[in-house]
T-cell receptor, first 113, second 112 residues
Framework: AQSVTQLGSHVSVSEGALVLLRCNYS??????LFWYVQYPNQGLQLLLK????ATLVKGINGFEAEFKKSETSFHLTKPSAHMSDAAEYFC???????????WGAGTKLIIKP | EAGVTQFPSHSVIEKGQTVTLRCDPI?????LYWYRRVMGKEIKFLLH????????ESGMPNNRFLAERTGGTYSTLKVQPAELEDSGVYFC??????????FGPGTRLTVT
């Protein structure tokens, strides 16, 4: 069965510092990979997606993620954190474009002033 | 273009009562999904509609949950009778081609 592991339920960074949120998946074939963000009191918003095109994927709000097949990873990064980035971030995978999403447990990003 | 909407935003019911959650997908989206996040756990898939047909309902926890999608438009998820462990946030998502699922704001269900 597919699974997604997000390392760290909470990650705290200073404003202006690098953001790195880790995601590893278990799959024998490259899946479709997604990062979603949930801001306080809002729904889930797609940040970016990997669908077997370029391995470095750029998303909204300055975020990007790199698909590394050898490491079965899809870590999310942003060079400089902003206070508005404080939210919960979810990594998800799907084996097909119409298949259900399988989710990681989520990582809450805390930005220190 | 209107996004995915869900109603109600929050529901508090007593154990044994019935609750119906509604999801209105983005117009023209044939695919509709239901997910649930129980507190402290990851988001879990419940079921997937393609138009009015259930494509995959492998995630439905038990027969107390009933989902319908009338005419391939809005969908309802009924919990009858509700149990304490049903508390959580229920998300609905819709997609056209499947790569991108657009989510609603969720319904927070509290069973007391």
């Amino acid at each position: 069965a597919q699974s997604v592991t997000q390392l760290g339920s909470h990650v705290s960074v200073s404003e202006g510092a690098l953001v790195l949120l880790r995601c590893n998946y278990s799959s024998s074939v490259p899946p479709y990979l997604f990062w979603y963000v949930q801001y306080p009191n809002q729904g889930l918003q797609l940040l970016l997606k990997y669908t077997s095109a370029a391995t470095l994927v750029k998303g909204i709000n300055g975020f990007e993620a790199e698909f590394k097949k050898s490491e079965t990873s899809f870590h999310l990064t942003k060079p400089s954190a902003h206070m508005s980035d404080a939210a919960e971030y979810f990594c998800a995978v799907s084996m097909d474009s119409n298949y259900q999403l399988i989710w990681g447990a989520g990582t809450k990003l805390i930005i220190k002033p | 273009e209107a996004g995915v909407t869900q109603f109600p935003s929050h529901s508090v019911i007593e154990k044994g009562q019935t609750v119906t959650l509604r999801c209105d997908p983005i117009s023209g989206h044939d695919n509709l999904y239901w997910y649930r996040r129980v507190m402290g756990k990851e988001i879990k898939f419940l079921l997937h509609f393609v138009k009015e047909s259930k494509q995959d309902e492998s995630g439905m926890p038990n027969n107390r949950f009933l989902a319908e999608r009338t005419g391939g438009t809005y969908s309802t998820l009924k919990v009858q009778p509700a149990e304490l462990e049903d508390s959580g946030v229920y998300f609905c998502a819709s997609s056209h081609l499947g790569y991108e699922q657009y989510f609603g704001p969720g319904t927070r269900l509290t069973v007391t």
